[in-house]
């Protein structure tokens, strides 16, 4: 396919970084109650729950603490009411850019996050700007390390995958909504090291970046996903492989 989230391998890297220093449980926590709160308690019938708690524990987030975000969700305990926003808009290169984000002062967030676009040389729009650029699709991370990529291909095309690409150090599937849980449980099986699986809005056709270009962008990324509110990022573009590998610390 055309468009793949290439942010997902530099994020989960990312994420585990944040998550020595707590950040990412806070984020996680959001995501955990908000999918209580909207889906219940069944991690059978609420998938965004079962991947958000599968996310908490691949970053080693203490069990109490994804508990405690369940009982919120439902009621259970007190806590803070978020929404969730998608901002839009388009970073250099004519990049466009979805920002999900789940927050408790949606003024605060919209002007920080506005903030970031103009610093990085982009611009925030309205809503619905560029959200027709993307699908709404399972996205599942692989750990490539010992993995024979014909075998892996073969598994996810059985389980009704639509698409696999190897980013870097990892392999990114992508699926209808529907099938996602499949594939995933088909992985799980097989014994794959499954890094990350959820709903991601996937691009529909992407945009090839030169050097420069590629390390604006990505600080753009990085700076909207180091906002404590944005929850996922998707943005429809190519870099060179030496600046991923480059921006993501290798």
């Known amino acids: 396919m055309s468009g793949h989230s290439h942010w997902a391998g530099i994020k989960y890297k990312k994420a585990l970084a944040d998550a020595k220093r707590g950040k990412v449980f806070s984020k996680i926590a959001r995501k955990i109650t908000l999918a209580a709160k909207t889906g219940g308690a069944d991690t059978d019938t609420n998938l965004d729950l079962r991947y958000a708690i599968e996310e908490a524990r691949a970053a080693?987030?203490?069990?109490?603490?994804?508990?405690r975000a369940i009982k919120k969700g439902l009621g259970n305990l007190p806590g803070t009411n978020f929404e969730r926003i998608v901002y839009e808009g388009y970073g250099p290169g004519g990049v466009a850019i979805m920002a999900e984000a789940l927050t408790d002062n949606r003024n605060r967030t919209a002007s920080e996050i506005r903030?970031?676009?103009?610093?990085?040389?982009?611009?925030?729009?309205e809503t619905g700007c560029v959200g027709w650029m993307f699908e709404k699709k399972g996205l599942i991370t692989v750990d490539a390390e010992g993995v024979d990529e014909d075998e892996l291909m073969l598994v996810v095309m059985e389980a009704g995958a639509d698409d696999m690409e190897r980013v870097q150090d990892f392999f990114e599937i992508t699926t209808s909504v529907s099938v996602l849980g499949a594939a995933k449980t088909a992985l799980d099986e097989a014994g794959y090291n499954v890094k990350m699986a959820g709903f991601h809005n996937i691009p529909k056709t992407s945009v090839d970046l030169d050097a420069d270009q590629g390390r604006k962008i990505l600080r753009l990324v990085?700076?909207?996903?180091?906002?404590?509110?944005?929850q996922s990022i998707s943005a429809n573009f190519n870099v060179p492989d030496e600046v991923m590998a480059e921006m993501a610390g290798e």
């Open 60 to 67: 080693n987030m203490p069990k109490d603490n994804v508990a």
């Open 115 to 125: 903030k970031i676009f103009d610093r990085s040389g982009g611009n925030l729009g």
């Open 222 to 230: 990085d700076a909207l996903d180091d906002q404590d509110d944005v």
